[in-house]
């Protein structure tokens, strides 16, 4: 393979740890922001979609609405990388955005960082509303979720490509938030076209992970049978 320069991805607690209904805040944005400044993630008690860009994290909230987070607030989830792009890509309105950025990945088994800038034909998403304790698995979150369509906006999508393999610590495949260029509007994506997009990848064969130190996690099922099904519905379900 090409040689790559490599980043490292850094990720407060489990997506499976999130599934199970963790949503207590575990890192400040602040602290977060030390780790890396390109990522996704969420807020306590799932209070809106979190998209790094730039050094900056915005919070997308259930309206489709978009505001730069503050410092202070916490997150239950979330990845960061310092991004440091190999692979660069043009994406016209006649190609498949995820399908070009598989054609072009590094391996099957690595990890990747994402960033695509420009202007995309149509991007739908969601945003899940603040839960109150006790909060309940994240599935309930999902079935009451705000589904949000935009069509030829520019702005930026952010996230990560992750093998199989490590499904349940993270979510597998795509997972990408979208951020308007005016910084006012977004969320966690379900579909995304291209019209004229840029393409970065960082190569990430680095991951470290911090686990909460809380009750809550410790008693978790983060091991469900269900759990590829779980992430599926969570990640994915717009009907």
Same mark, same amino acid.
């Given at each position: ?10 990720? $407060?607690?489990?997506? @499976? ?11 400040? /944005?602040?602290?977060? !922001? ?12 799932? &209070?809106?979609?979190?998209? /790094? ?8 909230? +259930?309206? %489709?609405?978009?505001?730069?987070? !503050? $410092? ?7 990845? /960061? ?23 072009? =990945? ?7 960082? =994402?960033?695509?800038? %420009? ?9 899940? +509303? ?12 999902? &079935? ?28 597998? %495949?795509?997972? =990408? ?13 379900? @579909?995304?076209?291209? $019209?004229?997009? +840029? ?14 130190? @809380? +009750? !809550?996690?410790? @008693? ?20």
């Amino acid at each position: 393979m090409d040689v790559l320069k490599p980043c490292s991805i850094f990720q $407060n607690s489990l997506m @499976s740890a999130l599934l199970a209904g963790d949503f207590e805040g575990k890192m400040t /944005v602040g602290e977060l !922001l030390r780790e890396g400044d390109t990522g996704l993630g969420t807020f306590e008690g799932l &209070d809106g979609e979190m998209a /790094v860009v730039d050094g900056k994290a915005y919070k997308m909230t +259930s309206d %489709g609405k978009a505001r730069e987070a !503050l $410092n202070e607030e916490k997150s239950p989830f979330a990845a /960061v990388t310092a991004f440091c792009p190999s692979i660069f890509l043009e994406v016209g309105e006649k190609e498949e955005l995820e399908g070009k950025i598989l054609s072009h =990945l590094p391996g099957a088994n690595y990890p990747c960082a =994402l960033k695509c800038f %420009g202007e995309f034909k149509k991007v739908v998403t969601r945003t899940v +509303s603040k839960r109150e304790k006790p909060w309940g698995p994240m599935k309930e979150a999902v &079935d009451e979720q705000k589904v949000c369509e935009f069509e030829k906006v520019r702005g930026d999508v952010v996230g990560f490509w992750t093998p199989k393999a490590f499904e349940g610590p993270c979510v597998s %495949g795509f997972h =990408l938030h979208f951020i308007s260029e005016g910084r006012d509007f977004g969320g966690h994506i379900l @579909s995304v076209e291209a $019209n004229q997009v +840029s393409v970065q990848i960082a190569f990430c064969p680095l991951i470290t992970f911090s686990l909460p130190q @809380s +009750s !809550l996690f410790a @008693s978790a099922k983060l091991t469900p049978e269900d759990l590829s099904s779980q992430i599926a519905y969570a990640e994915k379900t717009h009907e």
